[in-house]
């Protein structure tokens, strides 16, 4: 009696090298306090030069001296001088209106 027998896959040549695996370099990721510098050598410098000028603040913008009110009755646009009291009144300087505002 005849047995079939099947065909074997060929075994791989145990002889064969494997390639080899690259090493991974290690970094670190901290600082030494052995390669920091004792010294401070660091100036504080603006721009290019070193002149050693030192920067004062902005100049405050003026408040105006003039304001503008608009007309209740007609609606113009009034400029007046600012005025030095709380309580002042405006009159509409539209010859037609000639309305007076008070202000408290």
């Known amino acids: 009696m005849l047995i079939d027998v099947a065909a074997r896959r060929p075994q791989k040549d145990s002889r064969q090298p494997k390639p080899k695996k690259k090493k991974r370099r290690k970094m670190r990721l901290s600082l030494r306090q052995s390669k920091i510098k004792k010294t401070d050598s660091y100036t504080d410098s603006i ?15 003026k408040e105006p001296e003039t304001l503008t009110i608009q007309c209740e009755m007609c609606g113009c646009r009034l400029k007046i ?12 300087s ?11």
């Open 47 to 61: 721009g290019w030069s070193q002149t050693g000028r030192v920067l004062e603040d902005a100049p405050k913008q």
């Open 81 to 92: 001088p600012k005025p030095k009291k709380q309580r002042y009144t405006v009159s509409c």
């Open 94 to 104: 539209y010859p037609e209106c000639g309305h007076i505002m008070k202000f408290n």
